[in-house]
């Protein structure tokens, strides 16, 4: 009797393996429909809490099948309680593997993720404000970080471009305080929406500190206007891409 062949990680095992990221196997324990666009799995984490602190916009790499290979993607613990290592993780919707993968998850269901290179570490000193750039990929670190400016030095006002695709997405639960400005804009023209409304919005924020997360483009074009045109220089602004338009990300 032949054995089924297990889907491999690939070459990004074994970079992982090399770098010795550490490995937990979560278990989903509920499944909640946020949106028609926007699913919340909960997970046990498999020690993976009791061995690894909590930081603002904590994220893991999960391996999610697909064409009999695992494929890594990022996403961000939401609302980690390392007293019952238990957390949730937010997926956005759209055809790729991960996202499939999250909307067919059910109770009992494991999720192979490895943890290497997540870090947060609060800007010092406290800056004046906060000038944040997101989407609903990225919606689960920005509520992250704005639990944690909470009752800190950073408690100051954020300005939040936050960019859309669908009318439900109005719908997410984004964590603003009452200091806070969020400025809604519609997905268009692979993201240009957004990034002309920050340029347009540009002032000297020297003291601010930006965060930044989008498509990979769109990620770049922001991060260069905060640098430049809101005078914050490289070490004001923190940024990642956290996906790419038209291609999987690796
Ligand atoms: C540090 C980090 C943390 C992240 N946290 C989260 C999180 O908490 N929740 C979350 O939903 N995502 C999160 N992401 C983004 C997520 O990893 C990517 O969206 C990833 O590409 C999804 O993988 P996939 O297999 O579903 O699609 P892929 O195989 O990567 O892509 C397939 C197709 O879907 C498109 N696509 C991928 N992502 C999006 C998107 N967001 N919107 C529209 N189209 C898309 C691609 O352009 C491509 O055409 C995070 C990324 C990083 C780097």
Do not use: C
Not at 24 to 52: K, S
Not at 93 to 115: E, I, M, N, T, Y
Not at 185 to 206: H, N, T
């Amino acid at each position: 009797m032949s054995e089924k062949k297990q889907p491999s990680r690939g070459w990004q095992g074994a970079i992982m393996k090399a770098f010795r990221a550490d490995d937990f196997v979560l278990t989903v324990t509920g499944v909640e429909q946020v949106t028609e666009h926007y699913v919340r799995l909960g997970f046990a984490g498999g020690g993976l809490l009791a061995a690894i602190p909590v930081h603002p916009t904590m994220w893991v790499r999960g391996w999610f099948p697909s064409d009999d290979a695992l494929h890594q993607r990022g996403y961000t613990l939401v609302d980690p309680d390392p007293e019952t290592d238990t957390f949730h993780l937010e997926f956005t919707l759209h055809d790729g593997p991960a996202a499939r993968w999250a909307q067919k998850a059910k109770a009992g269901d494991r999720l192979s993720v490895s943890v290497m290179g997540s870090k947060f570490d609060m800007p010092d000193p406290a800056p004046t404000r906060w000038l944040i750039a997101g989407d609903t990929a990225s919606l689960a670190a920005i509520n992250s970080l704005l639990d944690a400016f909470t009752g800190t030095g950073t408690d100051v006002a954020a300005t939040i471009w936050f960019e859309h695709a669908h009318d439900d997405d109005r719908d997410l639960p984004l964590r603003v305080r009452p200091q806070d400005t969020v400025h809604w804009i519609r997905r268009e023209r692979d993201g240009l929406g957004l990034v002309e409304a920050v340029k347009a919005a540009a002032f000297d924020a020297s003291g601010a500190h930006a965060w930044v997360a989008l498509d990979a483009a769109s990620t770049r074009a922001v991060t260069a206007a905060f640098r430049s045109d809101f005078k914050l220089g490289r070490g004001g602004v923190k940024s990642r891409a956290y996906w790419r338009v038209g291609k999987p990300f690796a």
